[in-house]
């Protein structure tokens, strides 16, 4: 579980978060949504640590990661795993080894058990015959479910995706949401998505938070998204006329 | 007031950077295999480049020596003594730590550019990996296993150059070897090697740090790549006057 408490970020005399508050469950999908600038990617960034926030807490399973050491920040770090809107795959390296990376670094594991461990996770994204291929070769799909073996290698406690579905097609999209969704559920990780995708909202939006002006303006989940009556949110998710009209023949 | 702020607030980056980069590897293995690679492609592959401008360079040198300095009324062997001078004293260290500085600074600065601007840079923070360690002293640490290597290949290669144009018939073989061996200072090769030590220090570091602090994209990386080529040649240069100075 992550909870964000009083959270502010603010970038010389401009606040972009003012005030986060808001849990983030273990063994659930969790939905960071909003506008381009409204400052989702900046809440995800401090909340991994790429950004030191300028108030607030920020609690690992009750452990406040924004006042920690540097020595206690690089282990808590082990336990994360990320999915980058890039992939951020390393170019120089084939997929079997940058899924093995983590382990290398981190595993006390022997090359046999380190090459085992990567390509159960391959599998576990269905990729096991890419393995020898190196990021270039690969679709941008297929680049994700690298991105995602690689970020569950080392059974990490939490999970973080930002825009995993950015540059995708739908049917993709659905692939990589159900991947993530049930690998959440498997290993019962806390996962935090950073998404503008309205399938995925729908789809495996267990917990939802909607940040607009850098306030959290609405929370919720998926079943709730349809009957809220929070008029930026409805704007927001309901933008074209298509989904206007579904929302209404939904209520 | 910002042309002094500037240059000092880079300095201090700079510096805290390589605080960052000199720290315990967390993984031996792992640091030993990227300083083979680095040792390969910054090393290496750069022995090419060093054979051809160093046989060429120091066929030009021996022909303008014998053109230009040597008259009737000075010895045969000028041509050969003035030609190892300047490979040893300059040519070898300074001249081929600032063409070093092309190819493999621009190299690093755009490697570390554009894994910064596609998030791999963020990627391996997140993981918990030092990453300015990680990346940055494996290249330092390689480029300065190497440096020797080059720098003696460059000398090397020079004087073959020196002996390829005597066969051409400029000077005589046997002139140019007497004065490639005349009053002959070991030192001279050491210290080459010694200034060549910092240059490959100053190309490493510094590359890596424009590369490391990339913001932004594609022309970013560009920019990044030849800022650190232009500040590399001007402290080499700027080097190259204090360690002659005192190793002189």
Known sequence: MIEIQALHKSFADREVLKGINTVFEAG????????????????????????????????????NFVGMGKKEKALL?????????????????????????????????TLKERQHRAQQCLDRVNLIEAQK??????????????????????????????EPNSGLDPKTSLVIDAL????????????IINTHDMNSVMGIGDSIIFIKDGRQEWTGDKTQVASADNQALIDFIFASDLLKKARQAFI | MSIILTPVKTFGRYLQLMAKVFSRPERFRMFF????????????????????????????????????????????????????????????????CLILAGKVGSNIA?????????????????MGVNSASFLILPKIIGLLTMIPVLVTFSMVAGFG??????????????????????????????????KSFFFAFIIASVSAFYGYTVEGGSVEVGKASTDSVVHCSMLILFADIFLTQILS
Not at chain 1, 79 to 108: C, H, K, R, Y
Not at chain 2, 111 to 118: K, W
């Open chain 1, 28 to 63: 659930q999908t969790n939905l960071i949504i909003g506008q381009s600038g409204s400052g989702k990617t900046v809440l995800m960034k401090c909340i991994v640590g790429l950004f030191e926030p300028t108030s607030g807490k920020i609690l690992y399973d009750g452990r």
């Open chain 1, 180 to 191: 993530i969704h049930d690998i959440t559920e498997e290993f019962n990780m806390t996962t």
């Open chain 2, 110 to 126: 755009s490697e570390i550019g554009t894994m910064r601007v596609t998030q791999q840079i963020d990627a391996l923070d997140i």
């Open chain 1, 133 to 162: 291929k190196y990021p270039n070769e690969l679709s941008g799909g297929m680049q994700k479910r690298v991105a995602i073996a690689r970020a569950i290698a080392l059974n990490p406690k939490y999970l973080f995706c930002d």
């Open chain 2, 33 to 96: 295999k990227q300083y083979i690679t680095e040792m390969q492609k910054l090393g290496v592959d750069s022995i090419g480049i060093v054979l051809m401008i160093s046989f060429f360079i120091g066929a030009v040198i021996c022909i303008q020596m014998k053109v230009n300095i040597q008259t009737p009324w000075m010895p045969r062997f000028t041509t050969g003594y003035t030609t190892r001078e300047i490979l040893l004293l300059e040519f070898s260290s300074s001249i081929m």
């Open chain 2, 161 to 194: 150059g020196a002996y390829a144009i005597s066969y051409a018939g400029i000077v005589t073989p046997d002139d140019l070897t007497y004065g490639l061996q005349h009053s002959f200072n070991q030192w001279f090769v050491w210290m080459s090697i010694i």
């Open chain 1, 77 to 109: 770090r082990r336990e994360m795993g990320m999915i980058f809107q890039s992939a951020a795959l390393f170019d120089s390296m084939n997929v079997l080894d940058n899924v093995m990376f983590p382990l290398d670094m981190f595993s006390t594991m």
